[in-house]
């Protein structure tokens, strides 16, 4: 199994300092990725945890050079929120300039005012996260011309190539919906806080697809062994996160391995800096090596 790391781009204590900060300790720490959250324009209802949220892409694209090793990941980018041409350039100059390191995490997206907000049609997100997704491969691969319903090309010059021939892409979601399209578009399939329960049923409908896809999930974890295992999402969605000793997190965590779990994203929560890079320290010298083959 391997790990990734949330860095926390969003929340009431997201600042410059911890961004840049938590993302070169990940690193220090050998977390294998990091990653970034999407929101835009919020209405107030959802202002805690996302009214305060870096804009992902300009702050991977930060990130990329304030590290050299990690990969780097979107959880989730919000794809018919944004145009999909200007979002394939972002996404190749962050791969470029990153040396490859770039992981595309997308999704359909959730909140329905920020739709509205951004002037795009909630009800049609799915095609046109389809077409936005088509758009972005035929671009990476540079390719001159595209027709769609949304948008249209021809004799069109896409430079400079990215490094990576074909980018990682990671379809998040927990529906059944969502599993199609990554069966359909992706690399892996990228939920938020399932069950181990809930994750082996949807595992076993992947894998009866012959779906070779990544198993992925991000997970909040309490290692101070505060709060409840079962939390209400600002959507209003039920979440499950680890909680309690090391002892308690590792068979937690292990529980969702057995389920289908192959790489395991973690969110420390809305914490000061110093506190978040704890924890990151603590998880990573007293859980991850249980799940490391020696």
Same mark, same amino acid.
């Given at each position: 199994m391997k790990f990734g790391v949330c860095i926390p781009n969003f929340g009431l204590k997201a600042n410059?300092?911890?961004?840049?900060?938590?993302?070169?300790r990940a690193e220090e720490l050998n977390y294998d990725s990091l990653w970034l959250t999407d929101h835009i324009l919020v209405p107030k209802i959802y202002s805690n945890p996302y009214g305060n949220t870096f804009e992902i892409l300009t702050t991977l694209a930060y990130l990329s050079g304030k590290t050299e090793r990690?990969?780097?990941?979107t959880s989730i980018l919000v794809l018919p929120l944004r145009n999909p041409i200007i979002v394939t350039k972002q996404l190749?100059?962050?791969?470029?300039?990153?040396?490859g390191r770039l992981i595309l995490g997308v999704a359909i997206g959730w909140m329905e005012e920020e739709f509205k907000f951004l002037n795009s049609n909630f009800k049609l997100r799915r095609r046109i996260f389809e077409e936005n997704l088509s758009i972005i491969k035929a671009l990476w691969k540079g390719e001159e011309k595209f027709e769609g319903r949304f948008y249209s090309f021809k004799d069109a010059v896409f430079l400079p190539k990215p490094i990576q021939k074909d980018l990682p892409i990671w379809i998040g979601g927990n529906s059944d919906k969502a599993i199609e399209r990554a069966i359909?578009?992706?690399?892996?399939w990228h939920p938020v806080g399932l069950s181990p @329960? %809930?994750?082996?049923?949807?595992?076993? !409908?992947?894998?009866?697809?012959s779906?070779?896809?990544?198993? &992925?999930?991000?997970?909040?974890?309490?290692?101070?062994?505060?709060g409840s295992k079962v939390i209400q999402t600002a959507s209003g969605e039920k979440r499950y996160r680890a909680v309690g000793s090391t002892k308690e997190i590792i068979e937690d965590i292990e529980d969702l391995r057995r389920a289908g779990l192959e790489y395991l994203v973690?969110?420390?929560?809305? @914490? %000061?800096?110093?506190?978040?890079?704890? !924890?990151?320290?603590?998880?990573?010298?007293?859980?991850?090596? &249980?799940f490391t083959i020696s």
């Amino acid at each position: 199994m391997k790990f990734g790391v949330c860095i926390p781009n969003f929340g009431l204590k997201a600042n410059k300092e911890a961004i840049e900060e938590i993302a070169k300790r990940a690193e220090e720490l050998n977390y294998d990725s990091l990653w970034l959250t999407d929101h835009i324009l919020v209405p107030k209802i959802y202002s805690n945890p996302y009214g305060n949220t870096f804009e992902i892409l300009t702050t991977l694209a930060y990130l990329s050079g304030k590290t050299e090793r990690i990969k780097l990941g979107t959880s989730i980018l919000v794809l018919p929120l944004r145009n999909p041409i200007i979002v394939t350039k972002q996404l190749v100059n962050i791969d470029i300039l990153s040396g490859g390191r770039l992981i595309l995490g997308v999704a359909i997206g959730w909140m329905e005012e920020e739709f509205k907000f951004l002037n795009s049609n909630f009800k049609l997100r799915r095609r046109i996260f389809e077409e936005n997704l088509s758009i972005i491969k035929a671009l990476w691969k540079g390719e001159e011309k595209f027709e769609g319903r949304f948008y249209s090309f021809k004799d069109a010059v896409f430079l400079p190539k990215p490094i990576q021939k074909d980018l990682p892409i990671w379809i998040g979601g927990n529906s059944d919906k969502a599993i199609e399209r990554a069966i359909k578009f992706g690399n892996a399939w990228h939920p938020v806080g399932l069950s181990p @329960l %809930e994750l082996r049923e949807k595992v076993n !409908k992947i894998r009866s697809s012959s779906s070779n896809i990544l198993i &992925s999930m991000r997970y909040s974890i309490s290692l101070d062994g505060k709060g409840s295992k079962v939390i209400q999402t600002a959507s209003g969605e039920k979440r499950y996160r680890a909680v309690g000793s090391t002892k308690e997190i590792i068979e937690d965590i292990e529980d969702l391995r057995r389920a289908g779990l192959e790489y395991l994203v973690c969110y420390f929560g809305d @914490l %000061e800096k110093q506190d978040y890079i704890e !924890k990151m320290k603590k998880f990573a010298k007293e859980v991850i090596p &249980s799940f490391t083959i020696s």
